[in-house]
């Protein structure tokens, strides 16, 4: 089992960057795939971007591509997002969530796969 908690949210002018970092304690994090989720207000939660546990494997929603970046460190138990030329349509809680992978190289964008879900961090984008 894994607890997951998000930090680096904030507000931000658009076209501004933010990196958001999910920690994560409790179990192996290595072998635990990672995706990102946001929702905004009134908005289905939709994905954002996801990474394989070992950092080889990466996906993007088209929305965020070129503009987001996942990456992780395995090391300090954390994932991260760079959030760069953020628009207002950014605007959404954001949510780390994972699953236990193992070895298996896997990018996943639906919601139902993960198990575990960090409380979410806050990102304001103003014009």
């Known amino acids: 089992q894994v607890q997951l908690v998000e930090s680096g949210g904030g507000l931000v002018q658009a076209g501004g960057s933010l990196r958001l970092s999910c920690l994560a304690s409790g179990s192996t994090f290595s072998s635990y795939q990672v995706g990102w989720f946001r929702q905004g207000q009134g908005k289905e939660r939709e994905f954002v971007a996801s990474?394989?546990?070992?950092?080889?494997?990466?996906f993007y929603a088209d929305s965020v591509k070129g503009r987001f970046t996942i990456s992780r460190d395995n090391a300090k138990n954390t994932v991260y997002l760079q959030v760069d030329s953020l628009k207002l349509e950014d605007t959404a809680v954001y949510y780390c969530?994972?699953?236990?992978?193992?070895?298996?190289?896997?990018?996943?964008?639906?919601?139902?796969?993960?198990?575990?879900w960090g409380q979410g961090t806050q990102v304001t984008v103003s014009s």
């Open positions: 969530a994972a699953k236990y992978v193992g070895t298996v190289v896997l990018v996943t964008a639906t919601s139902e796969f993960y198990d575990y």
């Open positions: 990474i394989s546990w070992s950092g080889e494997s990466t």
